[in-house]
């Protein structure tokens, strides 16, 4: 049972046009979601964040849109750049404890096209 | 400064032999300690997580095991590997509260034969 899903294994855009990467969730409890872009060899790195109580959050070329109702999120990178070519993955944590533990999904690998 | 250190970067191992991964997290002290497997064609998945020396739970049922000898130190074994163990192993800490603090470190690749 994948709480986390990320449809779309692979996506290309052009540089400079927007990249949009989706992601979307059954767990209610949910309440914290983060994405991560992951380089081959290393370890993923954390990229922007939203808690469920705002619906948008914004760092630069990178923002991240919550819908609650639909319990879907994406993540918006505008001007898209070469360097952004990686996989991205979409995460997410709640249902109360502190461990913090993450839910993953599978995934999305981002081209950017010179 | 705070780091993480995962090692092998790359491990080859026959089916039936003994697995040994070690993370090392250095610069902080308790931290929350995670084991995060990505098989292929899945997501990271969450293996163990440890919230101190010698504590230890599992989030899945596996032929995998995870000590905590001491603080900073975080181990994944196993007596006898499958072929279905093959994939990226991750280890990460947690500094501070708050999941956005999640640290990864730059994983090992593991192929069983």
């Known amino acids: 049972d994948q709480q986390v899903k990320q449809n779309s294994p692979s996506l290309s855009v052009q540089e400079g046009r927007i990249s949009i990467l989706n992601c979307d969730y059954t767990n209610s409890m949910f309440d914290y979601f983060l994405w991560y872009k992951k380089y081959p060899a290393e370890g993923p790195t954390f990229l922007i964040s939203?808690?469920?109580?705002?619906d948008k959050n914004e760092d630069g070329r990178f923002t991240v849109f919550l819908n609650k109702s639909a319990k879907h999120l994406s993540l918006h990178i505008v001007p898209s750049q070469p360097g952004d070519s990686a996989v991205y993955f979409c995460a997410a944590s709640g249902g109360g404890g502190s461990n913090y533990k993450l839910t993953f999904g599978k995934g999305t690998l981002l081209t950017v096209n010179p | 400064s705070q780091t993480i250190h995962q090692w092998p970067a790359t491990l080859v191992q026959p089916v039936g032999s003994p697995l040994s991964l070690e993370c090392t997290v250095e610069g902080t002290s308790n931290p929350n300690l995670y084991w995060y497997r990505q098989a292929a064609g899945r997501g990271l998945q969450l293996l163990f997580y440890?919230?101190?020396?010698?504590?230890i739970s599992s989030e899945v049922p596996q032929n995998l095991s995870a000590s905590r000898p001491q603080d900073r130190q975080f181990i994944l074994s196993s007596k006898k590997l499958l072929l279905s163990d093959s994939g990226f192993y991750l280890c990460?800490?947690?500094?501070?509260?708050?999941?956005?603090?999640?640290?990864f470190g730059s994983g090992t690749r593991l192929t069983v034969v």
């Open positions: 939203i808690s469920s109580i705002k």
């Open positions: 440890s919230v101190g020396i010698g504590q």
């Open positions: 990460a800490w947690l500094k501070g509260a708050g999941v956005q603090g999640y640290t």
